[in-house]
């Protein structure tokens, strides 16, 4: 277990620091040396969540930052958080926050 909780915090750091890239589960996996079958089990059971919805809630939280800055557009902040399209940004947005991110901003 305790080696499960190392290679835990490898993949948060990894994911923390890269998230704003087009970071895959490959990628992942690739840097820490481990099988995504693996990964997808450390994550699963030390948070409950998949790679993807990790991944997401880092870029909606850095979103959020940046929202409440109110010096950059939504298609900026999409960019700059790793989205590939504004309309998937929202779209998960609105899904993880219950508001699209003009509304959040106001």
Partial sequence: MERQY?????IIA????????DLSLE???EEVSLST??????LKSCTDRTFIHLLNEMR?????EYLEE????????AEKTGFQSSKYFIKI?????GVTPGQYKR
Avoid: S, W
Avoid at 6 to 10: G, K, L, P, S, V
């Fill in 60 to 64: 909606i939280k850095k979103a959020c």
């Fill in 93 to 97: 947005f609105k899904d993880m926050q």
């Fill in 70 to 77: 109110d010096r950059l557009k939504v298609r900026e902040i």
């Fill in 14 to 21: 990894y994911m923390e620091g890269n998230y704003m890239k």
């Fill in 6 to 10: 190392r290679y835990f915090h490898r």
């Fill in 27 to 29: 990628q992942l996996c």
């Fill in 37 to 42: 079958t693996y990964v997808n089990h450390i």
